[in-house]
């Protein structure tokens, strides 16, 4: 733009956050991106960078303040990688990640944004983090131990990391003054010299602590110091490993592992799971969090016990387990053996019998089981950033499940495969977005979508709010009076059946069913052995006399 000049400073309006933590900022319909600005402030920027559409602004000082910037908990003054809105209170942080998901589910998704639910907040905002991955590297001659700048591979000394478990702060810092102490030389990224590259510290159960010492060296400098120093200055830790590194790469973990000593698993729970770490295991990074958002899956899936559900992309098999909890059947599809081979040992582990997992490409795998004639009633959806490929969307319409519960960590792609979902018959009925990562722009969601149009079928739109009561001013829900009758009878009720009765009973139903178009549909009737349950649901819940 002609009248944006490079290094002059502007005072910039902003208007939003992006997807980086960078201020966005208006500056005579100009688009000014500014790091470290927050929405509603006004800024004087200096522009480092001019382009056709869009300049870069170096924050210079705030002329107006955000009522939600506060004084970060982060020690550097510098901001490193691992957070980008530390300034922004935690209210503002939840207010970003909703309208965030609002905006990205009505453009790109092309849905409506009241199906956004409140973003499920942290229970700890701070300290939360349970791996640490930290490198290592000098300056001024001595060995420090810190997070990369965003964007570079400059290191910011940092063993107080505010994110972070204590226990790995107190690792980092170890670290870092026995390497200075016993004069361990630190690998150079530029000369590819040098032995310590990383520290990585993962937490389990109880606070235990497993560390990985990475070289570019086969050995290990100091071995025995390492493990004797290491256990007198932290004492959580139970398992010690050396891993080589030796390759030019940003790839932190290395293919040979020693264990060097202590125990050789971590021991860590989700719920009322117990899984075995090892340095190679993913595992969830905030424990707490995760739970929620299983719990979220579980809900949205609606189990009665007698529902097959497919997990495509199982991973190391967590969710799938969660939900063989309340399943009759569960079938995991992940493409990598390794993650599978950790799946079947989870599942022994915690003596969960009715679930399979198959090491296959899910866009393949789906029509497979589908000639065999397996249905499900629930599909599960956890892909990478990017997404479910364009064949895996074709391939769900093999499998045609009732309701698909979609688990992202890019809303984006996940609009965007809502939308495709759309065309197949699969109506968005809730987004519920979960704050994994406090501090930082990304957020965690859990969709729920119901096919529409089910050949012989007909539902009752109660799905669209768990608090959606009827005319009559219900006592319960739909999803309370399935889980009533579950509990008491150990019988599956459909809404459709649930619908049937209340209209028999004088209670009033608004009209809103997804009525297949297809003529000669059959509606299933309730048995009296259903109807008799769900007239005593209705009587325990005082909807009727």
Not at 28 to 33: A, L
Not at 262 to 268: C, D, M, R
Not at 284 to 313: P, R, W
Not at 338 to 346: L, P, R, S
Request: charged letters at 30%; a positive charge; proline letters at 3%.
């Amino acid at each position: 733009m002609e009248n944006v000049k490079l290094h002059e400073i502007y005072e910039v309006f902003v208007r939003d956050l992006g997807v980086h933590g960078e201020g966005i900022g208006n500056l005579n319909g100009f688009t000014v991106f500014v790091k470290g600005a927050l929405p509603d402030e006004i800024v004087k920027a200096e522009i480092t960078l001019v382009k056709k559409t869009y300049a870069l602004g170096k924050l210079i000082s705030i002329v107006k303040k955000s009522p939600d910037r506060i004084k970060s908990h982060c020690i550097p003054d510098v901001t490193c990688g691992a957070c980008q809105i530390p300034e922004l209170s935690y209210e503002g942080q939840l207010k970003f990640k909703f309208n965030r998901v609002k905006s990205v589910i009505s453009r790109i998704g092309k849905q409506d944004e009241n199906k956004v639910l409140p973003v499920v907040s942290a229970t700890h905002i701070v300290g939360y983090r349970n791996k640490m991955s930290i490198p290592i590297g000098t300056q001024n001659g001595k060995a420090v131990s810190g997070y990369y700048k965003s964007g570079t591979h400059e290191i910011i000394p940092s063993t107080d990391c505010m994110i972070q478990n204590e226990t790995n702060n107190k690792l980092a810092k170890f670290a870092q003054d026995f390497i200075n102490k016993n004069k361990i030389t630190v690998y150079n990224e530029k000369t590819h010299k040098g032995s310590v590259r990383h520290i990585v510290g993962r937490i389990g159960d109880g606070g235990k602590l497993m560390a990985v010492i990475v070289t570019s060296t086969n050995e290990l400098p100091c071995k025995e110091k390492w493990i004797e120093e290491m256990r007198k200055s932290v004492p959580e830790v139970i398992s010690i490993y050396h891993n080589v590194q030796d390759k030019k790469t940003n790839v932190i973990l290395g293919n040979k592992m020693e264990h060097i000593w202590g125990e050789k698993t971590l021991k860590a729970s989700i719920g009322k799971l117990t899984f075995e770490i090892s340095p190679y295991s993913f595992f969830q990074v905030n424990k707490e969090q995760a739970e929620k958002l299983y719990e979220k899956a579980l809900d949205f899936a609606n189990l009665f016990g007698d529902e097959t559900v497919i997990d495509a992309y199982c991973g190391t098999g967590t969710i799938s387990l969660y939900l063989a909890q309340k399943a009759k059947h569960v079938i995991g599809i992940e493409i990598i053996k390794d993650a599978i081979e950790n799946a079947k040992e989870n599942a022994k582990r915690n003596k969960i019998k009715n679930v399979e997992f198959h090491a296959a490409d899910v866009a393949k795998y789906l029509p497979e089981l589908a000639k065999k004639g397996i249905k499900a009633e629930v599909m599960v959806l956890d892909p990478v950033r990017a997404g479910c490929d364009e064949k895996v969307i074709e391939a769900i319409g093999k499998i045609n499940p009732e309701r698909i519960v979609y688990v992202s960590c890019n809303v984006a792609t996940q609009a965007r495969d809502i939308e495709r979902l759309s065309k197949k018959g699969y109506k968005l009925i809730k987004i519920q977005p979960i704050d994994m990562f406090p501090q930082t722009t990304h957020v965690e969601t859990v969709a729920l979508l119901y096919k529409l149009d089910v050949d012989k079928h007909i539902d009752v739109e109660t799905v669209l709010d768990e608090l959606d009561l009827t005319s009559a001013e219900s006592k319960a829900t739909y999803a309370q009076i399935k889980e009533y009758v579950w509990n008491k009878f150990e019988l599956k009720v459909s809404t459709l059946y649930i619908a049937q009765i209340k209209r028999k009973c004088g209670i009033e139903l608004r009209e809103h069913y997804n009525k297949s178009k297809k003529e000669k549909q059959i509606i299933p009737q309730c048995t009296p052995e259903k109807e008799e349950a769900i007239m005593d649901a209705l009587r325990h819940f005082k909807m009727i006399e």
